[in-house]
């Protein structure tokens, strides 16, 4: 099976006298590729990535996952995928070493010990392994946050903001471990990030989501062209604030001088 997801008409409402969060959400996404999940805040994108981590159930729709319906047998992709968020914070009070180590047993790793070594010497954790994780910089954080997710060698990896709140060499050096670690084992990666930059260098296609719905998809490089625009943040904006113009007006927004 190439496909690694695969979500089909994927409806999430909380109220009937409410619009939906997500609504009718369609795409697949393939081994071995990075997809972008965009929008501003409220477009949705916390809300898909609860239903595919099986923490929220949908309305309607589907959800396949290295295989497995997510509705029926979703414990079995679990096992082989893994999340990670800067906003979830591991417990304070025990070591880096001792939360993998928890982590390694939920997800019953084989040679746990071996296996938080390697991560320990790829996300440079030695130094400050068997500190108090509450005891961290956000950076580190950051690198143990990668660490728990990369813990069950997943196939399948959703990451929500990785790099927020992090200085510019920090966050390149997360980018770059999630590019190797990608390269390295045909990793599926469900990136949600606000960082256009990080996005253009990250992933092959983006879907752009508004009021749940995707409103524009592509290669970043494809949608800056379509556009006319400089980069994708500018491309982010348009649709943000609905101001998309026409290829005979292409390079004037609502506001801009004529």
Same mark, same amino acid.
């Given at each position: 099976?190439?496909?690694?997801?695969?979500?089909?008409?994927?409806?999430?409402?909380? $109220?009937?006298?409410?619009?939906?969060?997500?609504?009718?959400?369609?795409?697949?996404?393939?081994?071995?590729?990075?997809?972008?999940?965009?929008?501003?805040?409220?477009?949705?994108?916390?809300?898909?990535?609860?239903?595919?981590?099986?923490?929220?159930?949908?309305?309607?729709?589907? %959800?396949?996952?290295?295989?497995?319906?997510?509705?029926?047998?979703?414990?079995?992709?679990?096992?082989?995928?893994?999340?990670?968020?800067?906003?979830?914070?591991?417990?304070?009070?025990?070591?880096?070493?001792?939360?993998?180590?928890?982590?390694?047993?939920?997800?019953?790793?084989?040679?746990?010990?071996?296996?938080?070594?390697?991560? $320990?010497?790829?996300?440079?954790?030695?130094?400050? %392994?068997?500190?108090?994780?509450?005891?961290?910089?956000?950076?580190?954080?950051?690198?143990?946050?990668?660490?728990?997710?990369?813990?069950?060698?997943?196939?399948?990896?959703?990451?929500?903001?990785?790099? $927020?709140?992090?200085?510019?060499?920090?966050?390149?050096?997360?980018?770059?471990?999630?590019?190797?670690?990608?390269?390295?084992?045909?990793?599926? %990666?469900?990136?949600?990030?606000?960082?256009?930059?990080?996005?253009?260098?990250?992933?092959?296609?983006?879907?752009?989501?508004?009021?749940?719905?995707?409103?524009?998809?592509?290669?970043?490089?494809?949608?800056? $062209?379509?556009?006319?625009?400089?980069?994708?943040?500018?491309?982010?904006?348009? %649709?943000?604030?609905?101001?998309?113009?026409?290829?005979?007006?292409?390079?004037?927004?609502?506001?801009?001088?004529?």
């Amino acid at each position: 099976m190439t496909q690694a997801l695969i979500v089909e008409k994927l409806l999430k409402t909380y $109220a009937p006298d409410r619009p939906p969060a997500v609504d009718g959400l369609d795409f697949t996404l393939a081994r071995g590729a990075t997809m972008g999940l965009l929008g501003g805040n409220g477009a949705g994108k916390t809300t898909t990535i609860a239903m595919l981590l099986g923490l929220l159930v949908p309305t309607s729709g589907r %959800i396949i996952a290295l295989g497995h319906d997510m509705a029926t047998d979703r414990f079995a992709a679990l096992a082989r995928m893994n999340f990670s968020s800067p906003y979830i914070a591991l417990p304070h009070r025990i070591s880096v070493r001792e939360n993998l180590t928890v982590y390694g047993h939920l997800y019953n790793v084989p040679g746990l010990k071996r296996r938080i070594a390697q991560l $320990a010497e790829e996300l440079q954790l030695t130094d400050f %392994i068997d500190r108090p994780a509450g005891e961290l910089s956000a950076g580190q954080k950051t690198r143990v946050a990668l660490a728990k997710a990369l813990i069950n060698t997943p196939e399948l990896l959703l990451l929500d903001e990785p790099t $927020a709140s992090l200085d510019p060499d920090t966050g390149d050096w997360v980018r770059s471990s999630i590019e190797r670690y990608r390269a390295a084992t045909g990793c599926a %990666i469900l990136l949600a990030s606000h960082n256009m930059a990080e996005v253009e260098r990250l992933c092959g296609h983006v879907l752009m989501l508004k009021q749940g719905r995707v409103v524009d998809e592509g290669a970043p490089a494809d949608l800056v $062209a379509r556009y006319g625009r400089e980069d994708l943040e500018q491309v982010f904006l348009d %649709i943000a604030r609905g101001t998309r113009v026409d290829d005979d007006t292409r390079g004037t927004r609502d506001g801009d001088a004529a």
